[in-house]
């Protein structure tokens, strides 16, 4: 298989930018680095100016770091404008977790798609419940020691913690939407795989693309099966949003990303992300000429061993992965008596 080179993005903004303190990448629309707590240091948030107000685009996490950068940001940067529409890309708690204290804040309607409204509402409502049957069948069929599935049992069910009360109704955001923010139009565009119905804005006539998770410069984007879905093929759901994107984007759209910088080179990057998904299925297909646990594929997919708390989106991975080959019938999966699942090329 032919890898296509990394690939060459340009990168017009400086990396140096302040927390809390928003620059404009274009007339009307404003970078605004929130710091997290965990996870990546920050996310980017989008502010774009209206004629009398803001629209806000990912918030950060229900955390004071990031709720303290927002005070910042409403005393020294709005001017006279209140903010008057908040939009999720997607249900993850660097996205959404401060959207419930944002439109609270400001009266203002929350605006997402239907399934990440909805899984977030599920998967706040779990938190702090004991680990279901289901989810500990799912990672001792992963082949988790003992011990990682009491790390696991001790983590579990913490999805909401970080996400503040959200409100009990939304605006449903769908792909091929036209929203009208500043006097342009902005596009919702749909991505799956990573979350389940992600929403990305494309503005044609700023040239602009509001990726989320969906496309970033540098991180790949985590790509998981939970227990909740142990048969779901998420893989198979981002590899054709890469290629839907890669058909749908300007060569030279300014890509807005939720971490990293915005960059142009979105089909580079897509392709680039593609080939890499495609050469880790080669591989693990070539593995599973014997059987093969997930954490047999940890190295051949991370290239190293894994500490013990990278092991639950390490497995996530793995399995989308293998789900992907067992859906497209290049491998077939086996259980044995100790409930631990075994993976082995088709015959
Ligand atoms: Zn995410």
Same mark, same amino acid.
């Given at each position: 298989?032919?890898?296509?080179?990394?690939?060459?993005?340009?990168?017009?903004?400086?990396?140096?930018?302040?927390?809390?303190?928003?620059?404009?990448?274009?007339?009307?629309?404003?970078?605004?680095?929130?710091?997290?707590?965990?996870?990546?240091?920050?996310?980017?948030?989008?502010?774009?100016?209206?004629?009398?107000?803001?629209t806000v685009v990912d918030t950060g996490?229900?955390?004071?770091?990031?709720s303290n950068a927002w005070r910042k940001?409403?005393?020294?940067?709005? *001017?006279?404008?209140?903010? %008057?529409?908040? !939009?999720?890309?997607?249900?993850? #708690?660097? =996205?959404?977790? /401060?959207?419930?204290?944002?439109?609270?804040?400001?009266?203002?309607?929350?605006?997402?798609?239907?399934?990440?409204?909805?899984?977030?509402?599920?998967?706040?409502?779990?938190?702090?419940?004991?680990?279901?049957?289901?989810?500990?069948?799912?990672?001792?069929?992963?082949?988790?020691?003992?011990?990682?599935?009491?790390?696991?049992?001790?983590?579990?069910?913490?999805?909401?913690?970080?996400?503040?009360?959200?409100?009990?109704?939304?605006?449903?955001?769908?792909?091929?939407?036209?929203?009208?923010? *500043?006097?342009?139009?902005? %596009?919702?565009? !749909?991505?799956?795989?990573?979350? #389940?119905? =992600?929403?990305? /804005?494309?503005?044609?006539?700023?040239?602009?693309?509001?990726?989320?998770?969906?496309?970033?410069?540098?991180?790949?984007?985590?790509?998981?099966?939970?227990?909740?879905?142990?048969?779901?093929?998420?893989?198979?759901?981002?590899?054709?949003?890469?290629?839907?994107?890669?058909?749908?984007?300007?060569?030279?759209?300014?890509?807005?990303?939720?971490?990293?910088?915005?960059?142009?080179?979105?089909?580079?990057?897509?392709?680039?992300?593609?080939?890499?998904?495609?050469?880790?299925?080669?591989?693990?297909?070539?593995?599973?000429?014997?059987?093969?646990?997930?954490?047999?594929?940890?190295?051949?997919?991370?290239?190293?061993?894994?500490?013990?708390?990278?092991?639950?989106?390490?497995?996530?991975?793995?399995?989308?992965?293998?789900?992907?080959?067992?859906?497209?019938?290049?491998?077939?999966?086996?259980?044995?008596?100790?409930?631990?699942?075994?993976?082995?090329?088709?015959?």
């Amino acid at each position: 298989m032919t890898r296509p080179n990394r690939p060459q993005m340009q990168y017009p903004f400086s990396d140096d930018l302040e927390y809390a303190s928003p620059e404009m990448v274009a007339e009307g629309v404003y970078r605004c680095r929130i710091p997290l707590e965990f996870g990546p240091p920050y996310i980017n948030s989008w502010l774009l100016e209206e004629e009398d107000g803001w629209t806000v685009v990912d918030t950060g996490m229900g955390t004071e770091v990031s709720s303290n950068a927002w005070r910042k940001v409403f005393k020294n940067f709005l *001017g006279d404008k209140p903010v %008057n529409r908040l !939009i999720a890309t997607h249900m993850h #708690p660097d =996205h959404l977790g /401060l959207a419930g204290w944002i439109c609270h804040k400001w009266n203002i309607p929350l605006h997402m798609s239907q399934t990440e409204y909805l899984m977030a509402r599920t998967l706040i409502a779990d938190t702090h419940h004991d680990v279901p049957d289901e989810a500990t069948t799912f990672i001792h069929a992963a082949g988790y020691t003992g011990e990682q599935e009491d790390m696991y049992r001790a983590e579990f069910g913490k999805f909401g913690s970080v996400i503040r009360t959200l409100p009990h109704a939304f605006h449903r955001l769908k792909d091929g939407d036209r929203l009208t923010i *500043g006097g342009v139009d902005w %596009n919702v565009v !749909i991505g799956r795989g990573h979350s #389940p119905e =992600h929403v990305c /804005l494309h503005c044609p006539e700023k040239n602009l693309f509001i990726a989320g998770d969906q496309l970033l410069p540098e991180i790949s984007s985590n790509i998981s099966v939970w227990p909740t879905e142990p048969e779901a093929n998420p893989l198979k759901d981002w590899l054709e949003s890469c290629a839907k994107l890669k058909d749908y984007l300007p060569e030279d759209v300014l890509v807005l990303p939720a971490h990293g910088n915005p960059f142009r080179g979105a089909r580079e990057r897509l392709a680039y992300l593609i080939a890499d998904h495609e050469e880790n299925l080669a591989k693990l297909l070539e593995l599973c000429q014997t059987p093969v646990r997930v954490p047999d594929c940890f190295v051949t997919l991370f290239k190293r061993e894994l500490p013990d708390d990278k092991i639950n989106l390490a497995t996530g991975e793995t399995i989308a992965h293998l789900n992907y080959l067992i859906h497209d019938g290049s491998i077939i999966r086996e259980t044995d008596d100790k409930g631990v699942n075994h993976y082995r090329r088709a015959e």
